[in-house]
């Protein structure tokens, strides 16, 4: 007959293994009792590591890749200073919106642009008062020392002492009228007498004709004066 394992065999065998063993074989108590080399390689998993638990301390450098950031999730917020430069912006990504007005200049276009090729530098729409009703490049229109005179305050990188600056009345609002036989006319003033420095001047004037019907052939000449006057420029 074979023989058979009785209860004293079992407690026998067990007391021999804690013997061997130095009796290690314990419950952990308390907190902060597992460390590293507790951990068998490859053990620990996302369920077993806490929200928020994994902050900067905890990455080795150059270890989070571009397959670790969810779309979109890195904001401007998020970017160093000066850290985005011209190998980290793909080809044909950078549009008009991201460029700042006046950022554009003649240095920065290809060998046979021309400056202004690809439209005027500023440009501006200006009520009689002086209001800038819409614009491209300009700082603001301001009416200093009288009512006719208008100082427009181009963006930062447009160089009033070398640029030039294109104006005309705005007939829709103007003084020009065919039954009173006047004429609105703004023209630009190179010398900018009356305007602060950094600014271009542009001076309005009304043509005082002799009164009239819409039919009638005036002969005579004109009175020019001073009035204000709605008008658009462009400096290209």
Known sequence: ??????????????????????????????????????????????????????????????????????????????????????????????????????????????????????????????RSDGELLRSKGVTSVTTPTSENIYCVDPAPGINPETSVMIVSEDIATGQTSAATDNMGHVEFDSNGTFCPDGTMQAVSAMGNGTPGSITEIDLGGFRMEGAIQSFAFMIP
């Open 1 to 126: 007959m074979r023989p058979r394992l009785s209860y004293a065999n079992v407690v026998a065998t067990i007391s021999l293994f804690l013997v061997i063993t130095g009796g290690a074989a314990y419950a952990l108590d308390g907190s902060n009792t597992v460390f590293t080399d507790d951990l068998v390689n490859g053990d620990v998993k996302v369920a077993d590591i806490g929200q928020g638990a994994v902050a900067t301390d905890e990455l080795a450098n150059n270890q989070v890749k571009a397959a670790d950031i969810g779309d979109g999730e890195v904001k401007a917020a998020e970017i160093a200073n000066g850290q985005v430069g011209a190998d980290e912006v793909a080809d044909g990504q950078v549009r008009t919106q991201e460029i700042g007005n006046g950022q554009v200049q003649a240095d920065d276009l290809a060998p046979g642009v021309a400056p202004g090729a690809s439209g005027a530098r500023a440009w501006g729409l200006v």
